[in-house]
């Protein structure tokens, strides 16, 4: 069964700094990368994702995936208090296999 | 959007007794979940459905017992609560198994006193 472990557990950054939030990974054949958000008290929602080798931005967001090194992370460029919230990362293998996803990250970015 | 609603919102139940969480998407969504979270922590699968009247047990199952009646309802059951299911539970719709997004509801925080 895929294992999907995130570090660090919890974070706080002051205003403005770049974030990275990582995620590791157990099965090489894995194809869907994911981060999702969870502001407090809220459903957690899709923020982006990635399905190849590389990296992906949208906005103040960047995903890097490193499929040899079982590993991708997401970084914040700028990171403001609204930015706050407990991030997921999620994997799948394919699209007949489940998503599977990681313990979290709890970022608090401090004004 | 995908839309997941779920009810009741926040619930109180005593120990012992019958809990019923409901779940009800407009996606047309092939695939139903169930996920548990406890305090700060991350989403835990107890249930999931890929057809109406078809269930499957996820990575913590005991104790909880799901039905999927229609492909927009999906069900959880906790036929004797306990303490230690305590805790918000989240459903969740996606198009297909994996490489896709999950849609959630906006959970129900469950209290068993």
């Known amino acids: 069964q895929q294992k999907v472990q995130q570090s660090p557990e919890s974070l706080i950054v002051p205003e403005g700094a770049m974030t990275s939030l990582n995620c590791t990974f157990s099965d090489s054949a894995s194809q869907y990368f994911a981060w999702y958000r969870q502001h407090s008290g809220k459903a957690p929602k899709a923020l982006m994702s990635?399905?190849?080798?590389g990296e992906k931005e949208e906005g103040r967001f960047t995903i890097h995936l490193n499929k040899a090194s079982l590993h991708f992370s997401l970084h914040i460029r700028d990171s403001q208090p609204s930015d706050s919230a407990l991030y997921l990362c999620?994997?799948?293998?394919?699209?007949?296999?489940?998503?599977?996803f990681g313990d979290g990250t709890q970022l608090v970015v401090k004004p | 959007e995908a839309a997941v609603t779920q009810s009741p919102r926040s619930k109180v139940a005593v120990t012992g007794g019958k809990v019923t969480l409901s779940c009800h998407q407009t996606n047309n969504h092939d695939y139903m979940y169930w996920y548990r979270q406890d305090t700060g922590h991350g989403l835990r699968l107890i249930h999931y459905s890929y057809v109406a009247d078809s269930t499957e047990k996820g990575d913590i199952p005991d104790g909880y017992k799901a039905s999927r009646p229609s492909q927009e309802n999906f069900s959880l059951i906790l036929e004797l609560a306990s303490l230690s299911q305590t805790a918000v539970y989240f459903c969740a719709s996606s198009e297909g198994q994996g490489n896709t997004e999950v849609f959630f509801g906006k959970g129900t925080r469950l209290t068993v006193v």
């Open positions: 990635i399905f190849s080798n």
């Open positions: 999620a994997v799948s293998q394919n699209s007949n296999n489940r998503i599977f």
